[in-house]
């Protein structure tokens, strides 16, 4: 995003069947599900995505804070698969979705 490496604060290892759907079963229902899924994981919560600097100039890292230690193990998991919370204001969410911004 912007020329920079988003990575999540928190490594969660994904799922490698998930990953493999996700990124081969294109055109089918269950990758729409899995799509659908991921993307509800990284939107529907109250988690506010902030960005950190590092010590390499071209890879921030993204923390993201909430109330909820369940929402935050979520979206840390949706950022797993590909689906990463961005950045959410008042006004409109954007998330890296398999590396297009929704």
Known sequence: VNGKILKPKVKVKP????LRLLRS???T?????????????AACNTIVPLTL???????????YQGES????????????????LVERTS???DIDMQGKKQ
């Open 15 to 18: 799922n490698e069947d998930l």
């Open 25 to 27: 079963g294109v055109g």
């Open 29 to 41: 229902e269950d990758r729409k599900h899995a799509e659908d899924f991921f993307l509800a994981l």
């Open 53 to 63: 600097e590092t010590s390499d100039e071209n890879v921030m890292l993204i923390d």
């Open 69 to 84: 230690p369940d929402e935050q193990a979520l979206v840390y998991a949706a950022a797993a698969h590909g689906y990463t």
């Open 91 to 93: 006004g409109h969410i």
